[in-house]
């Protein structure tokens, strides 16, 4: 599907990844992961933000969203019918869609030494625009 996006860019390059095994890609400027991160546990975003951490040169820059835990509100089942529109499934009760504090991935953040740039919450999606330090900031 982003290919089809992006067909006109001739900047783009594309690297199929398993899990977390980010050696072959070159050290870049700037990272991309929208609608990744919503569907991984706070080990697979650790994991994942300690090797995007090594993909940026000096400078780079991440953006990135989660689901934010603040959505969800038992009272009203507007999150639930929102998460099982995003799966586009009627009737689906089961989603891998993780929801999570902006807090603990704001630490999770820090402790693998970004900087943070902005953090922003639409309510139902925290975004992160965060920077790998020039090396003599550390």
């Not at 603040?70 to 009272?75: D, E």
């Not at 704001?106 to 790998?132: A, L, P, W, Y």
Request: charged share 20%.
């Amino acid at each position: 599907v982003a290919k089809m996006y992006t067909k006109d860019h001739n900047n783009i390059e594309y690297i199929k990844i398993n899990f977390a095994d980010f050696e072959q890609i070159p050290q870049v400027d700037s990272i991309y992961c929208l609608a990744l991160f919503p569907h991984f546990t706070l080990y697979d975003i650790f994991t994942h933000l300690t090797e995007l951490y090594n993909c940026l040169k000096p400078g780079g820059q991440l953006f990135f969203d989660t689901r934010s835990d603040q959505y969800i509100n038992f009272k009203s089942n507007k999150w639930l019918a929102d998460t099982r529109k995003s799966v586009k499934i009627p009737n689906y009760n089961f989603t891998n869609l993780k929801y999570h504090n902006t807090k603990i991935i704001k630490q999770m953040i820090e402790s693998v030494g970004f900087d943070i740039v902005n953090i922003f919450d639409s309510g139902t999606h925290s975004f992160f625009h965060i920077g790998r330090p020039y090396e003599n900031n550390k």
